[in-house]
Nanobody, 126 residues
């Protein structure tokens, strides 16, 4: 089992920045690829960013590319999502997720992820 706890959400004005953190406990964190997803009210959960277990591979949704950066610190069992130039349409609950990663690859498919956090709210005001 892997337990995931997100933090760092909050209210920010458009153009501002936030850094989300996801702390993992349980099984060996460095064996897992990590992803960030988000869900806005009335919308389906959507992929935001992913990072392989080594950090060598990353992948972003087009809507956040160039504004968001995913990173990880395996020594701290933590994955981060740095969000810059935030827009009102980034408002959502943000979830981190983990899946066992044998090939140092990333995936944007939510069904590939085995473990999920409870989410943290990000609200961007215009």
């Amino acid at each position: 089992q892997v337990q995931l706890v997100e933090s760092g959400g909050g209210l920010v004005q458009a153009g501002g920045s936030l850094r989300l953190s996801c702390a993992a406990s349980g099984r060996t964190f460095s064996s897992y690829a990590m992803g960030w997803f988000r869900q806005a009210p009335g919308k389906d959960r959507e992929f935001v960013a992913a990072i392989s277990w080594s950090g060598r591979a990353t992948y972003y949704a087009d809507s956040v590319k160039g504004r968001f950066t995913i990173s990880r610190d395996n020594a701290k069992n933590t994955v981060y999502l740095q969000m810059n130039s935030l827009k009102p349409e980034d408002t959502a609950v943000y979830y981190c997720a983990a899946h066992l990663d044998l090939y140092d690859r990333v995936t944007s498919y939510s069904q590939d992820y085995d473990y999920w956090g409870q989410g943290t709210q990000v609200t961007v005001s215009s």
